[in-house]
């Protein structure tokens, strides 16, 4: 499988980046961490923004950085989208996107009708960006770093300049990319929701260090390390709708080991999704459970057993065929139920969120 291979080591006043990685070269990787952690420091090296004294940088076995070689940024075959779009004010939107076209070079990879039609932009394009909401000139800032024909996609937190509103408006396009196209994507973020959402593969970055790196699911389900994506730690599903209750309007998503019911939504069976359960939301018991509020009670085996932060408390992973999922249990119900790696138990499931 295509991958990148990326080695960087630069020292700035009061700031270090020392990384080394191997990240896929298809599918979204997530550059995950808080303000100040290197994410966009490691994007810009990628991108050749920045020249790190020490660095090394391998795109599907071309080189584009080493110790003799330095392939410079507008010779790199990427498209780079900034928080703010960055459009030609005196341009028009189709005028922005032909400028991205005349940097391409060779085979395009999206045709221009294909972004547009992508990102939703066909009905804007003879518009100027000062009449665009902000969402829709992120739309168009994305449909012109695709027109470069790019053969990698670097994004730097497209989303954090925009309201709420907004970026729940925009989501649904960069999932058509995530789905649509054949580009590896790497994707900087702090938020939580969106790297739940996009991402396939994540790294977590601190103090310019990668603290973990691996694909999305089994990295939130590790408890040696747990990573809190936001209020709590958690694992995500891959799932696909299966049936729709219309009486008691519940939804019930499969996975790879069980099923799941949450609130019912406007989707059709056999439609793919990605569902978060928290581990505050999981609850253990030896033999099943009577009668009970809780919906969605599924057989499992304890995988392995490891502390939380505070000393009262552990943090349970489960087997559920090949999916997997944490619980969070007081040392003393964890001693008393017998909790240990092997351990067959009833797992109980009281909320999941599906990510949309």
């Not at 660095?55 to 076995?61: A, W």
């Not at 054949?182 to 977590?204: F, G, M, N, Q, T």
Request: glycine share 8%; proline share 7%; charged share 25%.
């Amino acid at each position: 499988m295509p991958e990148i291979a990326a080695r960087f080591k630069l020292d700035w006043p009061g700031f270090s980046l020392d990384v080394d990685l191997h990240l896929p070269g298809k599918g979204v990787t997530a550059l995950f961490g808080h303000s100040g952690s290197g994410k966009t420091t490691l994007l810009r090296c990628i991108a050749g923004l920045e020249r790190p004294a020490h660095g090394r940088l391998v795109f599907n076995d071309r080189t584009w950085q080493d110790a003799g070689t330095w392939l410079p940024t507008h010779r790199r075959p990427i498209g780079y989208v900034f928080q703010e779009a960055s459009l030609f004010p005196h341009l028009s939107v189709l005028g922005n996107l032909e400028y991205g076209r005349q940097r391409s070079a060779g085979t395009a990879r999206v045709a221009l009708d294909q972004a547009v039609a992508l990102l939703g932009i066909d009905h804007l394009l003879q518009r100027k960006p000062d009449s665009l909401s902000g969402g829709e000139r992120q739309r168009v800032g994305i449909a012109r770093a695709l027109a470069v024909s790019p053969e990698i996609l670097l994004m730097d937190e497209p989303l954090a300049a925009l309201d709420l509103k907004r970026k729940q408006e925009i989501l649904p396009y960069l999932e058509r990319l995530h789905d649509q196209l054949d580009i590896p994507v790497i994707y900087v973020s702090h938020a939580p929701d969106e790297v739940a959402r996009l991402a396939d593969h994540l790294v977590v970055l601190d103090a310019g260090r990668v603290i973990t790196a691996g694909p999305l699911a089994e990295t939130l389900a590790r408890i040696d390390l747990p990573i809190r994506l936001g209020e709590d730690v958690g694992v995500v599903l891959e799932a696909t709708v299966d049936h729709i209750d219309e009486t008691w309007q519940l939804m019930r998503v499969t996975f790879p080991g069980g099923s799941l019911w949450t609130r019912a939504r406007d989707l059709p069976p056999g439609r793919r999704v990605r569902v978060r359960v928290l581990a505050r939301d999981v609850s253990l018991a030896i033999d099943e459970p009577g009668p009970s509020s809780i919906q969605n009670i599924l057989p499992a085996t304890v995988d392995a057993v490891g502390p939380d932060e505070h000393p009262g408390l552990l943090l349970v992973r489960v087997a559920l065929g090949e999916s997997r999922l944490v619980a969070r249990l007081t040392r003393r119900s964890a001693e008393q139920l017998g909790i240990v790696a092997g351990r067959p138990v009833h797992v109980q499931v009281k909320s999941v969120a599906l990510m949309e």
